[in-house]
């Protein structure tokens, strides 16, 4: 899977003040990272991963960690131990960006891109 450049991760995975503020409301550096991973997934590839984590590169979750100030990114494998955690959060991202849930089933997960689809990781 292609790594995304330091100048695609500048642009489609910054968090801004407003997703710093969502981020934040989650208990523990494990929480944070996996929900602000969900919240730039569904922005950059337009749709939710089955497993908030298969596929990603290292380079999005340290980019990530840099941005929230977690010192050990590596603490986001935690976060997809609990799968009602991972759904929880994909439904609120789903409700504040305005996604509308996909209607194929076997993916409740799945969303409408906010841009044009990128591909996967």
């Given amino acids: 899977m292609a790594v995304p450049s330091r100048e695609a991760l500048e642009r489609f995975l910054f968090l801004d003040d407003g997703d710093r503020e969502l981020v934040f409301r989650r208990r523990g550096d494990h929480n944070r990272l996996g929900?602000?991973?969900?919240?730039?997934t569904a922005r950059y590839i337009g749709?939710?991963?089955?497993?908030?984590?298969?596929g990603v590169p290292?380079?999005?979750i340290d980019y990530l960690?840099?941005?929230?100030?977690?010192?050990?990114?590596?603490?986001?494998?935690?976060y997809a131990q609990r799968e009602p955690t991972h759904r929880?959060?994909?439904?609120e991202i789903q409700r504040?960006?305005?996604?509308?849930?996909?209607?194929r089933p076997k993916a409740p997960r799945q969303a409408t891109p906010i841009r044009a689809p990128r591909g996967d990781w």
């Fill in 58 to 60: 290292t380079e999005v």
């Fill in 88 to 91: 929880d959060h994909a439904g």
């Fill in 96 to 103: 504040v960006l305005g996604l509308k849930a996909s209607a």
């Fill in 35 to 40: 929900f602000s991973l969900q919240l730039t």
């Fill in 47 to 54: 749709r939710f991963l089955p497993d908030p984590l298969e």
């Fill in 65 to 78: 960690a840099e941005q929230l100030g977690i010192a050990d990114p590596s603490c986001v494998k935690r």
